[in-house]
């Protein structure tokens, strides 16, 4: 790593220049516009998210042991402290695998952004102008920073959203805050200290819960390491890329820190978003897609199907081929187990996830005849693009096949604003009523004109139910 090393430190502190610098004027429209789209999106998921197991654990126990703030919480009507709060929020926004994916990256920024956004916010009493700043600022930073580490970190079994999320938090919070050049610079020195998470998850004997919380505790080391930088608290100016900086230990081999400033103020990362449609991992949803569209508009049964052909990456062939799934984040990151889903059921329902439908014995039966394949197409455009090539072959003898790049929902393939529009409010159905998910819908379209962002977090605060989570939940 010694050319990394002899490289000047001014890659990252000239992108923390520019987002500071970033004005109402600077900034395209399309950018502020994606910007409210991802952050309703990101609530979205979130209000799901409050009300599986692992987001009812996490906002219990945060509650229960940590102190009161102005902070929302996802959900409930409960406020926290900022860093709590962030910590509540991220893991509820990624707790289904439904939470945005910047494309090439690799990486889940809102559920990283928007709760250290929105915490630093409510602590700050910011506009809603900032708000917006920041997260735009965040999405740009956790972007660029997993290109410029490059692929080995991913390789090696890091995820990489909790490796660089703590950064893209901290100057997510550090911009809606207002924190200066030197204030930001120390957080960011602190965040990378942070810097942490392995893809176990992943390894094929039971995910449990800890990737939910990657992002949260990411949103929450972001919101943190501002607090204490502004409290004199300093860190390394030089911990991104400098010498046994992020990049250089993360990296390897692969790190190029040019990439943190690459074509900056001209290519945005909100351009390369990916909404995602199904409730599971990213590589897989050209895959789904493919199979649901080769079965037609009526579910499958199992004997109408005697095989089953996927191509895909290497990646996704090496790690991603359990047959027998035995939790819910398994089946999110099992091919086999998704197309059995995409042939008989609906594989949009998040309900085709849980314990009882992976029970049932017709996904056991289908998702034992997957069998994957490297395909060289999919291999050659990994990992900007997630393509596959899949082969249906029924019991009748038919052969049905059909290969694609991307998936809908991509930047390739965008969603509608109708079909962003019926997942917010489809989601966010979870936590709270239809009036109030309307209201957010206009509220956050005003965002860049609100004075404070008082309107959007009275409507988060009007649970369903009006139950808090308690200790025992």
């Known amino acids: 790593m010694e050319n990394l090393a002899n490289q000047s ?57 940590s102190a009161e703030g102005p902070c929302t919480v996802l959900g409930y009507p409960n406020t926290l402290a900022a860093a709590p709060a962030a910590l509540v929020n991220g893991t509820a926004i990624h707790g289904y695998e439904l939470d945005d994916l910047i494309v090439g990256a690799v990486v889940h920024p809102g559920a990283v952004i928007l709760p250290a956004a929105l915490a630093a916010c409510e602590l700050s009493n910011a506009s809603g102008l900032k708000l917006l700043l920041g997260v735009i600022a965040g999405y740009e930073a956790m972007a660029r920073l997993s290109l ?68 949260g505790r990411s949103a929450e080391a972001g919101v943190r390491m501002c607090q204490l930088a502004v409290r004199g608290f300093s860190g ?35 351009d390369d978003i990916w909404v995602k449609l199904y409730p599971m991992c990213g590589g897989i949803h050209t895959a789904a897609q493919l199979l649901e569209q080769l079965r ?14 996927v191509g895909v990456s290497k990646f996704a062939a090496k790690n ?40 049932r014995p017709e996904f056991r039966e289908v998702a034992s005849r997957v069998a994957l394949f490297v395909d060289d197409k999919a291999e050659s455009v990994y990992p900007n693009q997630l393509g596959a090539r899949v082969e249906l072959h029924l019991t009748g003898g038919e052969i049905r096949t059909s290969v694609a790049l991307d998936a809908h929902g991509t930047p390739a393939d965008p969603c509608s604003d109708a079909e962003r529009r019926e997942r917010f409010l489809k989601l966010g159905s979870a936590a709270l009523p239809p009036a109030t998910l309307k209201r957010l819908l206009d509220v956050i379209q005003r965002l860049d004109a609100l004075p404070a962002i008082g309107l959007v977090t009275d409507a988060l605060r009007e649970s369903a139910d009006g139950v808090a989570p308690t200790s025992g939940a």
């Open 9 to 65: 430190s001014r890659h990252a502190e000239r992108f923390v220049e520019f987002v500071l610098s970033m004005g109402r004027d600077e900034i395209p429209q399309r950018v502020i516009q994606q910007a409210k789209a991802c952050i309703l999106d990101s609530i979205a998921c979130g209000l799901f998210g409050s009300r599986q197991p692992w987001g009812e654990i996490m906002a219990s126990n945060t509650v229960a042991e």
């Open 148 to 215: 410029a580490l490059g692929a080995e970190p991913s390789q090696r079994g890091f995820h990489v959203t909790a490796v660089v999320g703590p950064i893209g938090a901290t100057i997510a919070a550090g911009v809606t805050m207002g924190l200066a050049k030197d204030d930001l610079l120390a957080a960011v020195g602190l965040a990378c200290s942070a810097s942490s998470g392995i893809k176990s998850f992943a390894g094929g004997s039971g995910g449990g819960m800890v990737k939910r919380m990657h992002a």
């Open 236 to 270: 390394p100016r030089a911990a991104i890329d400098g010498r046994f900086g992020l990049l250089e230990v993360f990296g390897g081999k692969t790190a190029n820190a040019e990439r943190l400033c690459e074509r900056l103020g001209d290519h945005w990362a909100t």
């Open 296 to 309: 037609g508009d009526v579910p499958l049964r199992a004997r109408d199907i005697a095989a089953v052909r």
């Open 320 to 359: 991603n081929g359990d047959p027998a799934p035995v939790d819910t984040m398994g089946a999110q990151y099992s091919i086999p187990y998704c197309a059995a889903v995409a042939l008989l059921a609906d594989p949009k329902d998040p309900a085709m996830f849980s314990d009882s439908a992976m029970a």
